[in-house]
């Protein structure tokens, strides 16, 4: 008797060699890469590996949806006061995201390459060097520039020819910050006749000569200077400029130092009336000074040509002015009110945009009552011995950086608090504690050893 024919055995299938990240497509890993939750976080994974690192230089698209996902962090503000010419950073603690505290851990933000003067030694102060007369299309003016950073303090700081003016006694080698933005530091030092851009998150520091020196027939004694720093965010080969505006009240000249030569271009001097002009501030290319004149005043740096500009309506009062930009790009003004303060007293925020009929003029868009701001830091501004004011700081990619002072009197007890206002969402948060004083926010730029040469989409 012949036996059935037993089946045969099912064959077990392949396995399938594990899937792992690094044989993911570029593709798929930039989706990953937009799930993470800051910049700090995609540095550090992108330099991880090279495969990682070409997903990120690769592609223009994804490093804008990016930044559209995730805005530039804020790490922390330098703080400068009249009690001491010490350069105070304030990081921002954040609990949250250890990638951002590991940021601010690496970097050099108490600036210790600045150079100092040795404590038995001088410093070298360069020439003045008068400025020429005006052109009609600037002129370049060759100033002596400080020696090559170098370990050895006197390479940068020792004696020049005997024909330079002699040194001063005891000079102060105090460094003042002028500008900070897009990563970079720019301070200036009357002492030693110098200017330093300091990348904090890059530890690199560049020094460059203060520029020649401004007289003006008529305000030679009533003049002052500010300094702007223009980089190209998306262009690692281009050299960044450092912009000088000399004011005063009849008008003002605009000096350009470009990073690849040290020598400054000087533009004529331009005739423009007007009470005296605050710091300005850096939006797409111009500066704008709003504080101070009828008009704002400002200055096309891809021009070099000044103009003037209607201001946002005054509300209620007194107001100071602080010019910046959307998230979008867009110009915005800020509008924060003096005292004495009530319960309609806002935060005004401004932006000028074409109106039905094409018309560029200024808009109201957002209102942030000051009672909720006091209600955040817990301030009873209604109490008579309660005095409480509000500071803009900076207005970068649509956010509002101000502080909030709440003082008792007469005891003097007082809170000064760093505050967010996001104008797309109107969101209100409270950053942390911070001293009285000048403060410049520090915020992230987008690392450019992240942006490569490929186009790829």
Not at 174 to 188: H, K, Q
Not at 310 to 333: I, W
């Amino acid at each position: 008797m012949v036996s059935p024919q037993q089946p045969a055995a099912a064959k077990k299938p392949t396995p399938l060699p594990p899937t792992t990240i690094s044989a993911l497509d570029l593709d798929t890993l930039r989706e990953i890469f937009l799930c993470l939750p800051s910049l700090p976080s995609l540095v550090r994974a992108a330099l991880s590996c090279h495969t990682f690192l070409d997903a990120v230089r690769s592609s223009p698209a994804f490093r804008r949806r990016f930044r559209a996902l995730h805005p530039p962090p804020l790490l922390g503000h330098f703080l400068t006061t009249q009690d001491t010419t010490i350069r105070t950073f304030v990081p921002l603690r954040s609990r949250s995201d250890p990638d951002i505290a590991a940021a601010v851990r690496g970097g050099d933000f108490f600036l210790t390459r600045l150079p100092v003067p040795e404590d038995d030694g001088a410093v070298s102060i360069p020439a003045p060097v008068s400025a020429p007369e005006d052109s009609e299309g600037g002129v370049s003016v060759p100033v002596p520039a400080p020696a090559p950073e170098d370990d050895d303090m006197d390479a940068i700081f020792g004696f020049e020819d005997d024909d330079e003016d002699p040194v001063p006694e005891d000079p102060v080698p105090e460094w003042s910050i002028d500008d900070c933005r897009d990563g970079f530091v720019v301070l200036d030092n009357w002492s030693t006749q110098q200017i330093a851009v300091y990348n904090p998150l890059a530890r690199t520091l560049d020094l460059f000569p203060l520029p020649p020196r401004q007289e003006h027939s008529k305000d030679c004694e009533r003049q002052y200077s500010d300094y702007y720093i223009l980089a190209e965010k998306e262009e690692d080969s281009l050299p960044y400029r450092v912009v000088c505006v000399w004011h005063s009240e009849h008008g003002a000249r605009a000096m350009v130092l470009s990073s690849d030569t040290s020598n400054w271009q000087i533009f004529p001097w331009a005739d423009i009336d007007g009470f005296w002009p605050g710091n300005g501030k850096m939006v797409n290319g111009c500066i704008y000074w709003t504080n101070g004149m009828t008009d704002a005043r400002v200055l096309n740096t891809a021009t070099m040509q000044f103009s003037r500009m209607d201001k946002p309506p005054r509300m209620r009062g007194h107001e100071v002015l602080t010019a910046g930009e959307t998230k979008d790009g867009r110009l915005c003004v800020v509008c924060a009110p003096l005292g004495p303060l009530t319960f309609e007293s806002v935060l005004a925020v401004w932006i000028r945009r074409a109106d039905d009929d094409g018309v560029e003029r200024w808009m109201l868009d957002k209102s942030l009552p000051l009672q909720e701001i006091a209600g955040i830091v817990r301030c009873g501004f209604r109490q008579d011995n309660v005095q409480f004011q509000v500071s803009v700081r900076a207005i970068i990619g649509g956010f509002v950086y101000f502080s909030a002072y709440c003082g008792v009197l007469p005891h003097d007890h007082s809170d000064l608090w760093l505050l967010s206002f996001c104008v797309e969402t109107a969101a209100l948060n409270k950053l942390g504690r911070i001293f009285r004083g000048v403060s410049y926010p520090y915020i992230m730029a987008w690392p450019r050893s992240l942006v490569g040469t490929q186009q790829g989409d």
